[in-house]
């Protein structure tokens, strides 16, 4: 929490995560904006009443429309420019926290040739390449037998994707593995030796 005290945060999303937070770091941050597409709230009811009286009380904002720039220097974010039926405008920022739920929109990936099941990309699970040569899909995007849409499956995926990038980049270098439980280099790297 101590990352978003005194800073202006903007958070994007409308469902139960996006208030969760908005309601938690609206008190710490120095200003707290919502950004959602729409006026309409996916969230618990409860949360939506406590955010638009935050919004009515003037303690926190809340801008309809979609992030379409992101301002900042050498990595450090200032500025978001939000565009909604207004037009754009800029607001402070110096946390983004994105909540962009579950709906996969495959937009122009849809047309580059991957084989498709129900709009999610079929891989194989051996290495999570799709049916396109060096292209990968991991997490909520992909779909195979006995797909389980978990974070936990994304991180396994991830880590066998990996592999596999590995290769594709680096043809003639071995992948080696290391644990931070007995790796002393990565531990040093890592800041714990």
């Known amino acids: 929490m101590e990352l978003f005290r005194d800073r202006d945060v903007v958070i994007v999303g409308g469902g139960d995560s996006a208030l969760d937070w908005t309601l938690n770091l609206q008190p710490i941050a120095r200003r707290l904006t919502l950004v959602h597409r729409?006026?309409?709230?996916?969230?618990?009811p409860h949360s939506v009443t406590a955010m638009r009286a935050l919004v009515a009380a003037s303690s926190m904002d809340l801008a309809i429309g979609?992030?379409?720039?992101?301002?900042?220097?050498d990595g450090v974010l200032e500025a978001i420019d939000v565009s909604g039926a207004n037009g754009t405008r800029r607001i402070a920022c110096e946390r983004l926290i994105p909540f962009?739920?579950?709906?996969?929109?495959?937009?122009?990936?849809?047309?580059w040739g991957l084989n498709l099941h129900e709009n999610l990309i079929e891989v194989d699970t051996e290495k999570f390449e799709t049916s396109v040569p060096g292209v990968f899909a991991i997490g909520d995007i992909n779909t195979y037998p006995g797909k389980l849409k978990l974070i936990l499956s994304g991180f396994h995926e991830g880590a066998l994707a990996a592999q596999r990038v590995h290769r594709y980049v680096h043809p003639d270098k071995r992948v080696t593995f290391q644990?931070?439980?007995?790796?002393?280099?990565?531990q040093r790297k890592l800041g714990v030796a």
Request: hydrophobic share 40%.
């Open 66 to 73: 979609q992030v379409a720039a992101l301002h900042g220097v």
């Open 38 to 44: 729409r006026d309409d709230f996916r969230g618990a």
């Open 100 to 111: 962009f739920g579950l709906t996969m929109k495959l937009g122009p990936i849809a047309r």
């Open 179 to 186: 644990y931070t439980t007995s790796s002393t280099s990565l």
